[in-house]
């Protein structure tokens, strides 16, 4: 099985603030990771695919990168309407996800 | 616009089998491209994989999960399910179904149903 681990768990920030999500994973997955955005009582939203893919409607300031174990999700200024939990998920073998962050508001 | 449904009995005793449907519309189960899979999530926690189906009814399991669990699909009434057997109060949690895109030696998810809680409890 492959174990993703997101860094931190617990990300407080501020509206306009640039914000960095860590995911690794326990062995090479390529470039074969996503990214989800959910709110409370939501399902999961794809927002990154293939490490760096904006998902179609997701807003510009989203952006993702890496290869291999090592992936940053970056949010480049913060909307009122980020505050929410983020999770990546491997597919490079079967899927799994990380233990999730959840951003919130400082 | 792509839409599913998760529809089955939201409580289910322990021992017994839990059983789910997620059904497709504005789109056909049946496409060439068409992966479907299963995810939950247990209340105040992470998402956990459940399985992928494929439209011709090829199966791919969570190994942690493989030994209880049975997935079909029904391209006639575009729907596909879930059983799972023997629940304890572990397998309590919102369900989710979600369409799959494979790359890699996985799957990706960018539909997802609004997701059902299923309680096991006597």
């Known amino acids: 099985d492959i174990q993703m681990t997101q860094s931190p768990s617990i990300l407080s920030a501020s509206v306009g603030e640039r914000v960095i999500i860590t995911c690794r994973a326990s062995q090479s997955i390529n470039n074969w990771l996503a990214w989800y955005q959910q709110k409370p009582g939501r399902a999961p939203k794809l927002l990154i695919y293939?490490?760096?893919g904006l998902q179609i409607g997701v807003p510009s300031r989203f952006s993702g990168s890496g290869s291999g174990t090592e992936f940053t999700l970056t949010i480049s200024s913060l909307q009122p309407d980020d505050f929410a939990t983020y999770y990546c998920?491997?597919?490079?073998?079967?899927?799994?996800f990380g233990q999730g962050t959840k951003l919130e508001i400082k | 616009q792509l839409q599913l449904q998760e529809s089955g009995p939201e409580l289910v005793k322990p021992s017994e089998t839990l059983s789910l449907t997620c059904t497709v519309s504005?789109?056909?189960?049946?496409?060439?491209?068409?992966?479907w899979g299963w995810i939950r999530q247990p209340p105040g926690k992470g998402l956990e994989w459940i399985g992928i189906i494929y439209y011709s009814g090829t199966t791919f399991y969570n190994p942690s999960l493989k030994s209880r669990l049975t997935m079909s699909v029904d391209t006639s009434k575009n729907h596909f399910s879930l059983k799972l057997n023997s629940v304890t109060a572990a397998d309590t949690a919102v369900y989710y179904c979600?369409?799959?895109?494979?790359?890699?030696?996985?799957?990706?998810?960018?539909?997802w149903g609004q997701g059902t809680l299923v309680t096991v409890s006597s």
């Open positions: 998920q491997q597919y490079g073998s079967y899927s799994s």
């Open positions: 979600a369409k799959a895109w494979n790359y890699g030696e996985g799957w990706y998810f960018d539909y």
């Open positions: 504005g789109g056909s189960i049946s496409s060439s491209t068409s992966y």
């Open positions: 293939a490490a760096s």
